[in-house]
């Protein structure tokens, strides 16, 4: 695992747009797994800026959604989904290209199934792009989920769930489960960039670098993945020696 200190969430934002672009230079059609909550936000900003001024051509990404939340339709703003498309999908003009979980489809498993499928048809994921949970999870692998694991229903940690209702100050009430690509899911893509920033991630970076993969924490799972780079800012680097 490679580890990018920069000074703050600016210089991490730019970074994280860097890599995506160095992805896209190599093959303009590149297949993103893309995140959701306060991380991305910056990187999604810059890659629209880079769009709204030519510096790149984003037209091509194919896009899938990490995770959403469970019962919550598409077309909600509490969702994913929305999410996404608000924050870059429909600012890139990429809605052909973005597919992403259906957390109110009748049948969740055949769901499932189906996002498999359809990354696999894309031709797998060439970046997978995550944020971190203060507990390790990465999308909504919890704590032990399998590191094989596929695209799944998973029962939201209480963490989590408390995390994500700072996104939310309509009060909604986030739901108990979600559905996610599986941590196996998130390890055939072909690179990996992990972001974290601030000093609530600085135990979880610390504990990351420093611990054997254990299911305990999900994302320990990517030091199996040979191609895996951890952008983080200071605040969330404060706990890591000698790097
Ligand atoms: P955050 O969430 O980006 O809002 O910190 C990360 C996560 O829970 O995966």
């Not at 909600?76 to 870059?88: A, C, I, N, P």
């Not at 135990?203 to 924490?217: C, E, G, H, Q, Y």
């Amino acid at each position: 695992m490679k580890i990018v200190v920069v000074p703050d969430y600016r210089a991490l934002s730019q970074k994280a747009a860097e890599m995506v672009l160095r992805v896209l230079s190599l093959k303009p059609d590149s297949v993103f797994a893309l995140p959701t909550g306060n991380t991305p936000i910056g990187l999604y900003e810059e890659l629209v800026k880079i769009s709204d001024q030519e510096k790149a051509d984003l037209s091509k990404i194919k896009a899938f959604a990490l995770d959403e939340y469970v019962g919550v339709p598409p077309e909600d703003e509490h969702s994913f989904g929305f999410f996404l498309r608000q924050r870059l999908i429909d600012k890139i003009q990429l809605q052909d290209r973005f597919d992403h979980l259906r957390g109110n489809a009748i049948d969740l498993f055949r769901e499932c199934s189906r996002y498999e499928e359809a990354i696999k048809a894309a031709g797998g994921i060439d970046m997978a792009i995550l944020g971190l949970g203060v507990n390790g999870h990465i999308a909504f692998n919890e704590p032990g989920t399998p590191f094989a694991s596929r695209t799944h229903v998973v029962d939201l940690a209480v963490t989590t769930r408390d995390s994500n209702t700072s996104y939310f100050p309509d009060g909604f009430c986030i739901p108990d489960r979600g559905i996610s690509m599986g941590i196996g899911t998130i390890l055939a893509a072909r690179q990996i960039m992990v972001l974290a920033n601030g000093k609530s991630k600085a135990k979880i970076v610390s504990d990351i670098v420093r611990l054997k993969p254990t299911t305990k924490i999900p994302a320990t799972a990517l030091k199996t993945h040979d191609s895996v780079m951890l952008i983080v800012d200071e605040e969330a680097a404060s706990q890591l020696d000698n790097i």
